[in-house]
């Protein structure tokens, strides 16, 4: 197993459960914290986007983790970014982490792919998806595979 988060294969970690988030503790150098069980665990669930865990044991719920780069600075108690305050709840999210309601898991990762790529013509395209409001795999696909062409001469 020696590949990333979203393949087939996927190397053993523990990997930030927020969707769009691909930091894990074998290639980031933020902390991970486990979800709590009190009543800040509803709100971490919605962050995360993992409705599921609602329904998990309090021991497999705490086995999942969201990483310190979707915490505000004053969510820690200390320096370091290693503990958080007791009243801790995730609120930032990465700048190309648009998530439009009633979205697959799938379509998600096609925006995600579509939104970080660096040509300006594929941030172009990526915009009128959201604008269009886009929510079907197949309608994302298929602007996902125009936007990754190669732009002709006369762009």
């Known amino acids: 197993m020696q590949e990333t988060r979203g393949?087939?294969?996927?190397?053993?970690?523990?990997?930030?459960?927020v969707s769009w988030c691909t930091n894990s503790n074998l290639n980031s150098h933020f902390a991970l914290f486990g979800f709590p069980t009190d009543d800040r665990k509803a709100a971490w669930i919605d962050f995360a986007c993992q409705p599921q865990f609602s329904s998990l044991p309090l021991h497999q719920l705490k086995n999942n983790k969201i990483c310190a780069a979707h915490f505000?600075?004053?969510?820690?108690?200390?320096?370091q970014r290693t503990r958080l305050k007791a009243t801790a709840v995730p609120t930032l999210l990465p700048p190309t982490a648009s998530v439009m309601p009633g979205e697959t898991s799938y379509s998600?990762?096609?925006i995600l792919r579509a939104t970080t790529r660096t040509s300006t013509r594929t941030?172009?395209?990526s915009l009128q998806i959201f604008e269009k409001g886009f929510s079907k795999a197949h309608d994302l696909r298929a602007i996902t595979h125009e936007?990754?062409?190669?732009?002709?001469?006369?762009?």
């Not at 393949?7 to 459960?17: D, E, F, I, L």
């Not at 505000?72 to 320096?79: G, I, P, Q, T, Y």
């Open 72 to 79: 505000a600075c004053d969510a820690f108690s200390n320096k």
């Open 108 to 110: 998600k990762n096609v």
């Open 7 to 17: 393949s087939k294969h996927r190397v053993r970690g523990t990997y930030c459960k």
């Open 147 to 155: 936007t990754n062409k190669w732009p002709s001469r006369n762009s």
């Open 123 to 125: 941030q172009r395209n």
